[in-house]
T-cell receptor, first 116, second 109 residues
């Protein structure tokens, strides 16, 4: 009955590899997000999808590619991993009905990515 | 540009009261959120303010002044479990959240 879930929770991999992180929400929300939180704990938005359509694409290397097969899922694929990609990646979702409180974002547990 | 400022770290004593301040500059405004994030965990929603004034929710209260671009989170009767980072986030005219870097709150016995 987890609201926003992510897999895997931990991911350790070598530089140059390609990896994916999966996210699913069962809240019936229309919008999903990917955030990166680095060692300084700053939460930085990467992507946002509304009903499977990309609505936010911040300055992120094109090695990062989100994919949304349906509005309950938003996966993140990362090609050619680099040392600087090491961080915690959070998925989140919101209703996005443009009414403030109802746009509260709910976060998944995070995926700690370590690139060696 | 859009910006959120909050102190990097604060220390308080168990049982005391602490106020965490946040100032924001956004293109338009659709509310101010506070989130709590324990080490190694996800941010969790604490409060939302869109009108001026104080919103009280148990030991936690949040205040907003739109004219000053200012908010604070007030934590009363501090408990050790309140040790966490507190993130301030303002929602702009496009309903996008602009996040602060967070305030790490350390509670001492």
């Amino acid at each position: 009955d987890t609201a926003v879930s992510q897999t895997p929770k931990y991911l350790v991999t070598q530089m140059g590899n390609d990896k994916s992180i999966k996210c699913e929400q069962n809240l019936g929300h229309d919008t999903m997000y990917w955030y990166k939180q680095d060692s300084k704990k700053f939460l930085k938005i990467m992507f946002s999808y509304n009903n499977k359509e990309l609505i936010i694409n911040e300055t992120v290397p094109n090695r990062f590619s989100p994919k949304s097969p349906d509005k309950a899922h938003l996966n993140l694929h990362i090609n050619s991993l680099e040392l600087g990609d090491s961080a915690v990646y959070f998925c989140a979702s919101s209703q996005d009905i443009r009414e403030g409180l109802h746009d509260t974002q709910y976060f998944g547990p995070g995926t700690r990515l370590t690139v060696l | 540009g859009q910006n959120i400022d909050q102190p990097t770290e604060m220390t308080a004593t168990e049982g005391a009261i602490v106020q965490i301040n946040c100032t924001y500059q956004t293109s338009g405004f659709n509310g101010l959120f506070w989130y709590q994030q324990h080490a190694g965990e996800a941010p969790t929603f604490l409060s939302y303010n869109v009108l001026d004034g104080l919103e009280e929710k148990g030991r936690f209260s949040s205040f907003l002044s739109r004219s000053k671009g200012y908010s604070y989170l007030l934590l009363k009767e501090l408990q050790m479990k309140d040790s966490a980072s507190y993130l301030c986030a303002a929602m702009d005219s496009n309903y996008q959240l602009i996040w602060g870097a967070g305030t790490k709150l350390i509670i001492k016995p």
